[in-house]
């Protein structure tokens, strides 16, 4: 919205600074981050008088889950107001791609609120239908691709890049669609498998959200795109503005998140940050590299695929819980324990990520 000021710049000075991704992207992070303060007590009053036991606790997970037996769910909601919310005030509203990445993140927070209400009007740890919840995403994510591969220029829109090699692209044409969506979907519930304990998501999302807003910045800019030898992408550097608004709206969210939570984010925040990180992923042609940066989420999903795979076919675990991080307090690691040592796990990959912009 503020960006519409530019075009008064030669009248007023000022208003060029709403021309500069930079400065909107720190005020898009401020605001995040203001919203989430704001709100975050009064949404956790309501949520708390409505939900009454809060978020159902697993019967067969770590017996120190039981104390936070009553605590409520639904944090994501915060999170989703502080990031549309600057990101409406700080986003050029033009921009293709920033309409996308709404969409997307609305929609998987849409499906995770349902999954969330459910949960807590039954007191079950089941949503509502796995293959339904999937349906879903699977359209809204298609969809999204859809328009992401006409907002490009073919065929360059709908190949995948490979990171370490500028040249090397692989044209999947309409092909392009159930493979961007496929990156969203599994980006959303790989983060949402990864909620599981106080703070263990928030932050490695901000630091996926912090190499994503580098990688958007330098693939929009056509200077440092050629530089680097990445691939430029026109328009995908508006995205920043979006990561820095989950920036900020995290570091809200985790002052009410860190142990002990006052709230969780649930299914409305983890399938929408994940869908939103996934979405930016195939703008910027990194979804390769998004493996790496995210690395933490796809071990926590891989974790849990292949304990059920082991299961079905020999009947015996390959760990004492999925996902994984469950598996490391049945061995006796305290929860700051897991949470610190994975957070740092998601520092080392976000490194290892982000060093594929100069290794081409």
Sequence with gaps: MLHWLTQFSDQVQFFNLFRYITFRTGGALLTAAFIVFLLGPRIIDA??????????????GPQTHFKKAGTPTMGGLMMLFGIIGATLLWGNLTNPYVW???AVTLGFGAIGFYDDYLKVTKQTDKGFSGRARLAIEFLIA???????????ATPFSSSLAFPFFKD????????????????MVSAGNAVN??????GLAIVPIMIAASSFGV???LSGNAIFADYLQIHFVPGTGELAVILGAVIG???GFLWFNAPPAAIFMGDTGSLALGGLIGAVAVATKHEIVMIIIGGL???????????VAYFKMTGRRVFLMAPIHHHFEKLGWTESQVVIRFWIIAVILALVGLSTLKLR
């Design 47 to 60: 949520l708390r008088l409505r939900q009454g036991k809060g978020q159902p606790i697993r019967a067969d």
């Design 100 to 102: 996308v990445v709404v």
């Design 142 to 152: 298609g969809l999204a691709a859809y328009v992401i591969m006409q907002a490009g």
């Design 168 to 183: 090397f692209l692989i044209n999947l044409g309409i092909f392009f669609i159930p493979f961007a969506a496929f990156v």
């Design 193 to 198: 498998l990864t909620d599981g304990l106080d």
């Design 215 to 217: 990688i958007a910045y």
């Design 249 to 251: 709206a995290g570091l």
């Design 297 to 307: 989420f796809v071990l926590e999903a891989m974790s849990v695929i292949i304990q």
